[in-house]
């Protein structure tokens, strides 16, 4: 995997508005990345969006980092990924 990838040339730059986006590491910034490129999504976007980030990243790392966010994923983007990848649903919120 490449390391030094430019994320904007895969992303919008809207989604890392508030960092310099071209200094992101593909392992290091895990965390920041795989949130952030679904943080947009919409049904009729996520397949689009889904592919890019399976180019970058496993399945595996794809849910544990949606779990682990504190961005604002919507529910219905954490129960799409589950639905992908065949594991129990989860949402980042619930009343």
Do not use: G, Q
Request: proline share 4%; net charge positive; glycine share 0%.
């Amino acid at each position: 995997m490449n390391k030094s990838v430019n994320i904007a040339t895969i992303f919008p730059k809207h989604l890392f508005w508030d960092m310099d986006y071209s200094k992101l590491n593909l392992s290091k910034d895990k965390s920041i990345i795989i949130p952030r490129a679904l943080f947009a999504t919409t049904p009729e976007t996520f397949e689009t969006d889904i592919l890019k980030l399976e180019a970058l990243y496993s399945a595996k790392d794809i849910v544990k980092y949606l779990k682990l966010t504190t961005e604002n994923i919507s529910n219905k983007v954490c129960i799409s990924v589950a639905k992908r990848y065949n594991v129990k649903p989860f949402l980042r919120f619930s009343l």
